[in-house]
Structure formats: C-alpha cells, structure tokens
C-alpha cells in the first residue's frame, strides 16, 4: 500500500496562530501595554507602601502603673540621637524573655519624657494601649528590670517620601 501524503505550503503567520509562537510583531504589540502595567503597579507600590524612620534602642523596664497600661522605661540610645525622641511618638517592643517569633511585640506610646539620666539614658513613660498584650495577643508579665529592644517611631513615611528626601533631611 502506498502512502499518499501531500504537504501544503504554511505560511509563517499561520504557523505563529497554530502553535502560538510569538512573533517580533506580537511582541512589539504587547510590550508596551505590559510594560506600562509593571510601571504602574511598582509606582502604586512605592506610594502606598509604609516605611517609618525608626530608632532602635535597648530598654529596661523601671515601674508598672495601672493594670500594666502604662511604665516608666529607660532607653539606652546614643547620644546624638537623645533629643530626637518626643512625647506622641509611637513605640514598640521586642522582649529578650519572649521571643519575637513567637510573641511578638508590645505596641506603645511615648507619653512623657522624664529627663536624660546621667548615663546618657532617657527616662520616659509610655502607654499601652492593649495593656500588655502583644500583637499576638499574648500577655507580657510585668516584671521590674524586664529587658528589650525598643523601636521608637520618629517618622511615619511612605518609601517614595523617604526616595525624596534624602540623606540629609533623614537625620533632622
């Protein structure tokens, strides 16, 4: 028996329909829409997206008043950086004893500030306003001396805020 086979005569687009191969063509049509999308979703990205200017900090805690809501914390910070703290500031935790994994932090707020103590050390008074639970909703025992990495948040802004201002303006 013989096999009788024709073969036709494709021409290149039609081989690009069938078998869904992208063309120079296809390609130059759909690079700028997509290009234009991953523009405007990081653009969208880099507006929203929070990153506060923090200082860390090591703290130990003094005194509990209240149910826990509030105390007195000393916070080791480096001198230059003494007078950049202020009442309002928003303030967070991290415990030695409590692993941040798996606890999480204390959120809090900087109420007043008593003074610098003569090891450089500010002395302030922050509120809780959970008490002390964490954002885990684990509750922290309040124990004199309690030890822990504080995170003091000098300036909420947003990435392109931070893009845009600079180093020098940063350290204000």
Known sequence: MVNNTSFDVVNENELSKTF?????GWLAKMAFPLLTVIICTFGALVCLLHYPRTLNARAEFKDFSG???SATVEIDVAEADLYSIDAGQAIQFRFSDYPYARFGKLEGKVQYIYGVMPNNNLKVHVVFPHGL????????????????????ILADMRIVQRIFAGPARLGE
Do not use: M, V
């Not at 869904?20 to 120079?24: E, F, K």
């Not at 639970?133 to 003091?152: N, P």
């Open 133 to 152: 639970r964490t954002d885990r909703q684990y509750k922290i025992a309040a124990s004199r001396g309690l030890k822990a990495d504080a995170f003091i």
């Open 20 to 24: 869904l191969i992208p063309t120079a």
């Open 67 to 69: 149910a826990g809501e």
